[in-house]
């Protein structure tokens, strides 16, 4: 995991607002809500029991690399964003599922 990430990841641990380089998190204390961002577009959402994934419009590598970072530290054990033939999935414990911006896991 790349240390930016690692930052990331504890800004959504404490419930904190952090910025560094492309990367962005937004902590909205009345929803309980860490909203994270990817040259300023919305990639993923986590709250109380849930995750929100999306693509931003764009799905890249660095995409799917913070969202896989987000779902190691915050996600059930095993899920991971990946890509097949040009296809974005997400690995669960009942198999792969077909990824969508807006998706929600849990």
């Given at each position: 995991?790349?240390?930016?990430e690692?930052?990331?990841?504890?800004?959504?641990?404490?419930?904190?607002d952090?910025?560094?380089?492309?990367?962005?998190?937004?902590y909205?204390?009345g929803?309980c809500?860490?909203?994270?961002?990817?040259h300023?577009?919305?990639?993923?959402?986590?709250?109380?029991?849930f995750?929100?994934?999306?693509d931003?419009?764009?799905?890249?590598?660095?995409?799917k690399?913070r969202?896989?970072?987000?779902?190691?530290?915050n996600?059930?054990?095993?899920?991971?964003?990946?890509?097949?033939?040009?296809q974005?999935?997400?690995?669960?414990?009942?198999g792969p599922?077909?990824?969508?911006?807006?998706?929600?896991?849990?």
């Amino acid at each position: 995991m790349r240390k930016i990430e690692q930052q990331m990841n504890r800004a959504i641990a404490y419930r904190a607002d952090w910025s560094s380089a492309n990367t962005r998190v937004e902590y909205e204390q009345g929803n309980c809500i860490s909203r994270v961002y990817l040259h300023g577009n919305l990639i993923a959402e986590i709250g109380e029991g849930f995750i929100t994934l999306h693509d931003g419009g764009w799905q890249s590598n660095t995409t799917k690399s913070r969202l896989n970072a987000i779902l190691e530290a915050n996600g059930i054990p095993g899920e991971r964003v990946f890509q097949k033939a040009y296809q974005w999935f997400v690995s669960q414990e009942g198999g792969p599922i077909p990824f969508f911006s807006g998706m929600t896991l849990r």
